[in-house]
């Protein structure tokens, strides 16, 4: 179905689905999550206990930290997800 330019999305249902999709991809295939992101994009990630974690700038450095992070066979339960506007 093509949607008129004047639809209106619902974006808490677009974030839902693009953060199941993310997390099932980390889970599941982690050497293609970096395709989620583009040549200039950063990528910060650091777990509750750390204080201090690198940002990760381009697809390299972001895939070298995806495959690092060791996520694959894990599982996500998605309970809540937020989203902010794009810069």
């Not at 330019?5 to 293609?32: Q, S």
């Not at 992101?37 to 690198?54: D, N, R, V």
């Not at 070298?64 to 599982?75: E, V």
């Amino acid at each position: 179905t093509t949607s008129s330019p004047n639809a209106k999305f619902n974006v808490t249902d677009i974030v839902f689905h693009f953060g199941r999709e993310y997390y099932n991809m980390l889970c599941c295939e982690p050497e293609r999550l970096f395709h989620f992101y583009g040549k200039h994009s950063h990528m910060l990630h650091c777990t509750e206990e750390e204080t201090e974690a690198p940002v990760c700038v381009g697809l390299e450095e972001i895939n070298q930290r995806i495959m690092q992070m060791r996520y694959n066979g894990t599982r996500v339960v998605i309970v809540s997800i937020d989203c902010q506007p794009s810069m």
